[in-house]
T-cell receptor, first 116, second 113 residues
Framework: GAGVSQSPSNKVTEKGKDVELRCDPI?????LYWYRQSLGQGLEFLIY????????KSGLPSDRFSAERTGGSVSTLTIQRTQQEDSAVYLC??????????????FGSGTRLTVV | GENVEQHPSTLSVQEGDSAVIKCTYS??????FPWYKQELGKRPQLIID?????GEKKDQRIAVTLNKTAKHFSLHITETQPEDSAVYFC????????????FGAGTRLAVHP
């Protein structure tokens, strides 16, 4: 597609429920990232997928968080047993590489997750 | 560990003045340094980037400088306008040749008419 698509745009869930957030990257972009942005805060790295390599999961805050990327395209971020501190905007981004050089991310509009 | 520090956290200027935001990074292998602008309620958008093989890059009123020795890079906005008001994030690539970006905490810029 023309941009990075995320769904849903807003999600309100009860504490203890599981949620799934979806990201559809720009066609042809080999790298996909998930970041979390709490209200008025910066961008916290969660996980990174690059082609067929093993994902970099070093930013996941707990084992309640997991992510998959199927077929090198769409990714799903799953949060199990949600807690109130999980409330944030979850941003997905994708990027490509040209002749071995990185170039900048394109972000999606994010999913605003509210745990009540 | 991987770290990017950004200063100041808030910046207030008069329209027409210049604004400078500074960042330092910890990984000497970092080779890509983008800057993002995030307006209220919107997604971050790339405004300018610089690679480690150059020291300065300019795009109209925006410029970025890089000092690899000091592991320091800066964003310069000249002739600021009210529409420049936003949160600005610097970032640095980590993990060698990969494209993983670590972001600074952000600078909230307010340009007053």
């Amino acid at each position: 597609g023309a941009g990075v698509s995320q769904s849903p745009s807003n999600k309100v869930t009860e504490k203890g429920k599981d949620v799934e957030l979806r990201c559809d990257p720009i066609s042809g972009h080999t790298a996909l990232y998930w970041y979390r942005q709490s209200l008025g805060q910066g961008l916290e790295f969660l996980i990174y997928f690059q082609g067929n390599s093993a994902p970099d999961k070093s930013g996941l805050p707990s084992d309640r968080f997991s992510a998959e990327r199927t077929g090198g395209s769409v990714s799903t971020l799953t949060i199990q047993r949600t807690q109130q501190e999980d409330s944030a905007v979850y941003l997905c981004a994708s990027s490509g590489r040209d002749r071995g050089l990185n170039y900048g991310y394109t972000f999606g509009s994010g999913t605003r997750l509210t745990v009540v | 560990g991987e770290n990017v520090e950004q200063h100041p956290s808030t910046l207030s200027v008069q329209e027409g003045d210049s604004a400078v935001i500074k960042c330092t990074y910890s990984d000497s292998a970092s080779n890509y340094f983008p800057w993002y602008k995030q307006e209220l309620g919107k997604r971050p958008q790339l405004i300018i980037d610089i690679r480690s093989n150059v020291g300065e890059k300019k795009d109209q009123r925006i410029a970025v400088t890089l000092n690899k020795t000091a592991k320091h890079f800066s964003l310069h906005i000249t002739e600021t306008q009210p529409e420049d008001s936003a949160v600005y994030f610097c970032a640095a690539s980590f993990s060698g040749g990969y494209n993983k970006l670590i972001f600074g905490a952000g600078t909230r810029l307010a340009v007053h008419p």
